[in-house]
């Protein structure tokens, strides 16, 4: 599906004297829609792309569903019937198991932490390796900071609030509320608000403040809490078909990578900060922040040192995964602990 158009030049003169410029264009589909920050994050990386390459390569990012469904964004990269897909790693665990650590890693390391040693640990190395089995190249271009524990209709009292509660939560944290008794499922992020407003679930779990006031969960359920264990930092990614990067100039994929860290940087120096105002607005609205009660979190914290054991032994990959980011996080923790001021 790579395409070639024409960049108008502007004035009749300038058509007139100067040779057409051939821009490829690539189609890409977004599993966000970009009426909120996680689909505009990949219309920010495309903007990087275009200034990266000069104009000479185009992302066109699709709404969610329009290419291909949302959840079969990867298998149409991997298969070559789409170009590109901008995506949350953590959806493709049931091809590439080792990815929903990438989505979001219970109690995990901050998202500085986790982007050091994506890029500088070793992480890069493990992901791409497993995509490429599948005819995939992916570049992880936007780290969210750690999310809020969801939205919920009720208040949670004990550990026992989630037995029998319908959720909608992904990835890892699915699997450790599993074990409180709760029924997890996999809605696709556009259609959350519905399933929250036609009863399908009592609570869901989306991301950071910013995407959730834009999402309008505070509407239905009301009751917003902290911390978000489940996902201390999450992966969205720019993934593409692997035979399309091969084919490309080492010119073209270096720009690639600058336009993918430059994305990094930006959420880096926007996010941490908003985060509070936003709060603050959707109070104002009538949402009610909480932190989870000790005795949740301690039982949290149970659950999935159970997953994390399953999920080592099960998959060797993870273990490697796991193993490689806790010496990385060893060695920042002695770097802070030698500059610390207390």
Known sequence: MKRTSLIAAVGAAVIASTAP?????????????????????????????????????????????????????????????????????????????????????????????????????????????EYAKHGVMVFPCFIEPQETAGWYREEITGPESYDGMKIRISGLGAKVLTKLGASTQLVPGGETFLALERGRVDAADFAIPTVDEAMGFYEIAKYNYFP????????????????????????????????????????????????????????????????????????????????????????PVVKEMYESLQAHQAKVDAWNELQSLD
């Open 21 to 129: 410029t051939l821009a490829e264009k690539l189609d890409v589909a977004s599993t966000f829609g970009t009426n909120n920050l996680l689909g505009q994050m990949g219309v920010k990386f495309a903007e990087n792309v275009a200034i990266a390459t000069g104009g000479e390569l185009e992302l066109e990012l699709a709404e969610p569903g329009d290419l291909v469904p949302t959840l079969e964004v990867f298998d149409s990269v991997a298969s070559g019937a789409i170009d590109a897909g901008w995506d949350w790693m953590g959806y493709w665990s049931g091809t590439v198991p080792v990815a929903q650590f990438y989505g979001g890693l219970p109690f995990g390391p901050t998202s500085e932490v986790s982007s050091s040693w994506m890029w500088n640990g070793g992480g890069i190395e493990i992901i791409r390796r």
């Open 228 to 315: 978000g264990w489940h996902q201390s930092a999450s992966w969205f990614s720019f993934i593409m078909n692997k035979d399309l990067y091969d084919s490309y100039s080492d010119a073209r994929k270096a720009q690639l990578h600058m336009a993918c860290q430059a994305t990094i940087q930006y959420t880096f120096n926007r996010l941490p900060a908003e985060q509070m105002d936003v709060i603050a607005r959707m109070a104002e609205k009538g949402a009610i922040t909480k932190r989870l009660p000790d005795s949740v979190m301690e039982r949290l914290r149970e659950a999935w040192a159970e997953v994390l054991a399953e999920e080592m032994a099960a998959k």
